[in-house]
């Protein structure tokens, strides 16, 4: 008798604890829903969406706002945005896929799959392996050599190839360096491996196994989705929408469109360390493997895919992604067996405050006032660009001329590593067109002496300076650029240098 008292107790106690918890749950919950409401507001966000993944459950999935603010469509969990680089560690998931079955290692050197592949450095091209390709050791600067995928026609085996006259920042393997051509190197080696795509390859072994049925591979696929979410920037205070024309040219590093409901299956997969609903796609040990530190960034590492950090004490991993118009971000946080996924269609540091928010309520810690620190933040960043544009024009040397008639100016112009950009006279003016990006082109307008700024007609682009420069018999060999405020280039990288007219 006295036994069944204890068990009816211990039964009254499970009962309250799972209430208890569950209404501490749902008050979380609620208060994410409040936050992001009101952040909708302040940041002028058009549309977002949020899910959220505890103990193999998706506890939370909603949208906010609209797909495209000229329209009302409202974006909901299954809306599709881009996620661009939070595809990398689905690159890395599918090269764990291989390695799980003995076809590569993480150490193969990256020519054995890819034989022409090539480094700046010969030895590099030698040493550089799978494992390098996926943690940003390459030696290359951050984000150098974008250029070649990002509005580019160039297809993938062009854009690798060029890599090639990508000079390094830093010795190999010493220093952290945010690389997306490498990772479109290794969606080459699957390729390489399996005689699949990348694209293919991951539909067949994580898509339809995660019965992510709605997410796609394809920039055409996804422009013409009825429930996709077109990318917003500003322009003179003004709301516009991205004309987006992005092809497939970088799969590997991004490629993957995708929505809040179906990313919390990735994140299943993801917390159940390579196991989704009893099925094995990849082995724990490759979960390990890819959740390893690899490469120090600070108080920071990165994995395999991942960016690994410690919050409130407890091992996050996370990853962002942005391309025009578009932020989205993947956090873990093993320990709690908890993830979340944040999409977003405009970029601005909402994706950063709402994040921290969230992984502050579920680690247990009282948020911080993340809303005012990321406004702060945006504002300071903001500050200096108009800071630096009114410095420019305060050291400008006033009532110069160019050195020469226009048409001195004008020609074709070529960088080793990116390809042909063309100076032509329209209407009496000068042109500026990189070939490969027909969205990088605009008007040269006289700066000082033989400087010139241009504002670019693609949307992403900031205002831009350019210099040319003249042999002793003042003919133009070679122009510069500098872009103090561009966005994940580095136009210092490029060279010009002015072809010999054929005669």
């Not at 490498?182 to 390729?191: C, D, L, N, S």
């Not at 469109?257 to 299943?268: C, D, K, L, T, V």
């Amino acid at each position: 008798m006295k036994s069944k008292k204890i068990s009816l107790c211990s039964i009254l106690l499970l009962i309250s604890f799972l209430i208890t918890n569950s209404f501490a749950q749902q008050d979380k919950l609620q208060k994410i829903d409040e936050f992001i409401s009101k952040a909708m507001k302040v940041w002028e966000m058009p549309g977002f969406s949020v899910a959220i993944v505890k103990n193999d459950s998706v506890i939370f999935a909603k949208g906010y706002g609209v797909r495209n603010i000229n329209k009302s469509d409202p974006v909901d969990e299954n809306t599709l945005f881009v996620i661009a680089s939070c595809s990398k560690a689905f690159t890395t998931a599918s090269l764990a896929i291989l390695v799980d079955q003995g076809k590569i290692k993480w150490d193969d050197p990256v020519t054995k799959y890819l034989p022409d592949f090539q480094m700046y450095d010969p030895w590099v091209t030698k040493e550089i392996t799978i494992r390098d390709l996926t943690s940003h050791k390459s030696g290359l600067e951050t984000f150098i050599g974008d250029f070649l995928w990002l509005n580019s026609t160039y297809d993938r085996k062009e854009v690798i190839n060029r890599a090639r006259y990508l000079k390094p920042t830093s010795s190999f393997r010493s220093k952290y360096g945010y690389q997306n051509i490498m990772f479109i190197t290794a969606a080459e080696v699957i390729k390489a491996v399996t005689d699949t795509s990348w694209s293919d390859y991951i539909k067949t072994h994580i898509l339809e196994n995660l019965e992510m049925n709605h997410t796609n591979t394809s920039y055409e696929v996804f422009n013409n989705d009825d429930n996709a979410a077109n990318g917003h920037y500003k322009k003179e205070n003004v709301m516009k929408v991205f004309t987006d024309t992005q092809i497939d040219n970088a799969h590997g590093a991004l490629g993957i469109n995708s929505s809040a409901i179906e990313m919390a299956q990735w994140i299943r997969l993801q917390l159940g360390k390579g196991k989704y609903n009893g099925k094995r796609i990849f082995s724990e040990r490759q979960s390990s493997e890819m959740w390893s530190n690899q490469t120090p960034i600070g108080i920071m590492n990165y994995g395999l895919g991942w960016f690994i950090r410690y919050w409130n004490g407890k091992r996050m991993l996370n990853h962002g992604g942005g391309m025009p118009g578009m932020i989205s971000d993947v956090t873990l946080v093993p320990e709690e067996n908890f993830g979340f996924v944040i999409l977003s269609n405009y970029e601005t540091g909402m994706v950063g405050a709402v994040r921290n928010f969230i992984s502050d309520l579920f680690t247990n810690a009282e948020p911080k006032d993340w809303e005012k620190l990321m406004i702060n933040g945006f504002a300071r960043r903001k500050e200096a660009q108009e800071k630096e544009f009114k410095r420019r024009e305060e050291i400008r040397a006033k009532n110069t001329k160019p050195s020469l008639p226009l048409e001195k100016y004008c020609g074709m112009y070529e960088d080793k590593m990116y390809g042909k950009a063309e100076v032509s006279l329209k209407d009496g003016k000068l042109f500026l067109q990189f070939l490969p990006s027909p969205t990088f082109s605009g008007e040269l307008k006289h700066y000082q002496y033989d400087m010139f700024y241009i504002d670019w007609e693609d949307e992403f682009l900031t205002r831009g300076w350019v210099k040319f420069d003249m042999n002793f018999n003042s003919d133009i060999k070679k122009m510069t650029f500098e872009v103090p405020n561009s966005p994940d280039f580095i136009f210092t990288e490029l060279l010009f240098e002015k072809l010999s007219e054929k005669k």
